[in-house]
């Protein structure tokens, strides 16, 4: 067997047998992702499908002044409830979170209303509250729907139509299919995978140098009759391997974890079945040798295995840039987007997700670019691994 | 046959070895001895092929080091400073690696590997994961996978670090019966006695250069001094005594 093959089987055997390897490889980068997806939605849907059925409690102060908008909050899903003494004590209720709202109606409320001058009503809210923020746009709708009522009423009683309040009839026809809307959250799915992708080879990745130099096995090892690029480049490919397993597992634990995931509560259907799963694959494979030698890279400059984990810990976040500054651009995809790593994954997945068909031209240019990028660092790495200064 | 012909090597403004020239022949132990910092090491491993020359050659049986690494390095079996082993690996692992990158054929590779478990009496943890090893055992391993191969030349550098009394005798007893195979053995040391107990051929090495080298009876005479130690403390601070 060539001495590349005896390093690759050597680095898999020997990294199968490390649990910090495993754990990040086989476990962390896999479940992490899947599972901390499959809560945060489980939450959100938690929140929102609970909210509307749900009746809102609100405390009002003065309630006596105004009983037909209590009567219409109450018939509206609104428990009335007992509140605070006063403003004051309502806004210090308020602040300190023991009230998420509390409605002030003043007492000429009745007599303004009457006169047909605007009547003033005070929510008292916390806006940077989550919750508190949910609970009185509710309120507010309420309150407006209430509004437009009154208004209806009196154009009536002066007969004038109320149409003329309406001089637009706005609709909206939304195309997007449910697959589409899954996008929207299965987009950021594309991060998950090729974060467990990287994770997978990162120990591999720093063991090359730095781990060989800390452990003291770099010297012996440079003095066998092997050229340094078989070293290299043995160790760089067992890096793939892992990532590839890694990220194998994570698009199965994914797969498996939406099977858990109510999402067509939501109105969306997730294309995520196994011709996806499968085809991800191969979308996102090209990108190990990208990730191996990048990591491989960067673990060369530092001293020891710790410096290296840290700056490695950067190199992580690295594939998110791309994808970041895209999602917020709201560029689609073109060929040329396809030539940057980590970005033309990210559009084919959202692609494969919306369930649209993979443009061939694009995924050839994907793959390709990846690759290329991949192996100019890998020969970046060999180089480096040539000098002389290797040893530290 | 190891031979060292106006060596030079710097580090910067350091000059570590500053013309060095010797010659360890075949069925010879020769040491290599000098204070810390004298170039010892830089030595070795220009002659193992880490480092690369400024000027000066070395040859391994005849063989470049710069102009046909690869050769030269298939000839050696190197103990370098620091022979860390792979901690997930037994020690037979660890072994049969090497054996496979020296291109030790497969068919002869667990043969090769079982007799230098034997040879190294390593058998009682030959199958144990190298991590939590005593240093004894390490070097025992580190040893073995760099003789593996059967090389004809043997460099170790500084073999003895950190090893207790047994240890060092028995690895005395291996380097001993390299030499009666015939082998060429380069080690260096910064003790003497270790040099005096081994060496046919001492290589005392100051400041980048040879300072004297010769049999140990030879230095005795030549620095007049009847201990070995003296001696030495006598050559390293007038270079070039010889």
Not at chain 1, 244 to 255: I, K, Q, R
Not at chain 1, 342 to 348: C, E, G, K, N, Y
């Amino acid at each position: 067997m060539s001495a590349l093959g005896t390093v690759f089987l050597k680095e898999v055997r020997d990294n199968l047998r490390d649990r910090r390897t495993l754990l990040s490889a086989l476990l962390m980068g896999p479940l992490f992702g899947p599972i901390l997806f499959a809560f945060v939605i489980n939450l959100s849907l938690k929140q929102s499908l609970g909210e509307a059925g749900e009746p809102l409690d609100v405390p009002v102060i003065g309630q006596q002044h105004a009983t037909n908008l209590i009567a219409y909050l109450t018939s509206h899903n609104i428990n009335i409830v007992e509140a605070p003494a006063d403003r004051a004590a309502a806004v210090e209720a308020v602040k300190t979170g023991k009230h998420d709202l509390v409605l002030v109606i003043r007492e000429d409320f009745g007599a303004a209303l009457a006169d047909a001058v605007p009547a003033t009503i005070e929510v008292i809210s916390d806006l940077a509250n989550t919750t508190a923020e949910r609970e009185s746009r509710r309120a507010l709708r309420a309150l407006r729907a209430y509004n437009q009522e009154l208004a209806i009423a009196r154009l009536i009683a002066r007969g004038v139509s109320p149409v003329v309040l309406r001089p637009l009839n706005i609709d909206v026809v939304d195309v997007s299919t449910p697959s589409g809307r899954s996008a929207l959250l299965l987009g950021m799915l594309s991060y998950f995978f090729l974060f467990a992708l990287l994770t997978g080879g990162m120990n591999l990745a720093i063991d090359a140098t730095a781990g060989e130099r800390e452990r003291g096995s770099l010297e012996p090892l440079l003095c066998l009759p092997v050229t340094r690029d078989q070293l290299i480049f043995g160790k760089i490919f067992a890096a793939c391997a892992f990532m590839a397993l890694s990220l194998c597992l994570s698009l199965v634990s994914f797969y498996v974890t939406l099977q858990f995931i109510p999402l067509e509560k939501l109105g969306m259907t997730p294309n995520f079945g196994v011709p996806v799963v499968v085809k991800a694959f191969f979308l996102l494979v090209p990108f190990t040798l990208l990730g191996a030698s990048l990591m491989t890279l960067v673990a060369s400059f530092t001293k020891s295995f710790k410096e290296a984990q840290t700056w490695l810990s950067v190199v992580l976040l690295a594939p998110t840039l791309p994808i970041l500054i895209v999602s917020i651009l709201m560029v689609r995809a073109n060929t040329g987007l396809m030539l940057i790593p980590s970005l033309s994954q990210h559009l084919l997945l959202v692609g494969l997700i919306k369930n649209e068909p993979l443009n061939m031209l694009h995924v050839l240019v994907s793959v390709s670019g990846t690759l290329i990028a991949g192996i100019l660092l890998t020969l970046i790495c060999a180089r480096l691994y040539r000098r002389e200064g290797l040893l530290g | 046959m190891i031979s060292v012909n106006g060596l030079r090597k710097s580090f910067g403004e350091v000059k570590a070895v500053d013309g060095v020239s010797f010659d360890a022949r075949d069925g010879c132990i020769t040491g290599l001895l000098g204070p810390n910092g004298a170039g010892k090491s830089t030595t070795l491993r220009i002659l193992y092929t880490v480092l690369k020359p400024d000027a000066g050659q070395a040859r391994i049986d005849g063989i470049d080091v710069v102009s046909d690494d690869l050769e030269a390095r298939s000839r050696i079996g190197t103990l370098p400073h620091s022979s860390g082993l792979y901690p997930h690996l037994t020690a037979r692992e660890n072994i049969a690696y090497y054996a496979r990158l020296y291109g030790v054929p497969s068919e002869q590779l667990d043969g090769r590997v079982e007799q230098m478990i034997e040879q190294l009496e390593i058998a009682d943890f030959a199958d144990r994961r190298t991590k939590g090893f005593s240093q004894g055992q390490r070097t025992k391993v580190a040893l073995a996978r760099a003789l593996v191969h059967e090389p004809q030349n043997i460099i170790l550098d500084e073999p003895s670090n950190g090893l207790d009394v047994m240890a060092t005798r028995s690895l005395r007893t291996l380097i001993r019966g390299l030499k009666a195979a015939g082998k060429c053995v380069l080690f260096s040391s910064h003790v003497m006695q270790e040099v005096a107990a081994l060496c046919d051929e001492i290589v005392i090495i100051a400041e980048g250069r040879v300072a004297i080298h010769d049999s140990p009876e030879g230095i005795r005479e030549k620095t007049g001094c009847d201990d070995l130690e003296d001696a030495f403390v006598k050559a390293i601070h007038s270079p070039g005594a010889q």
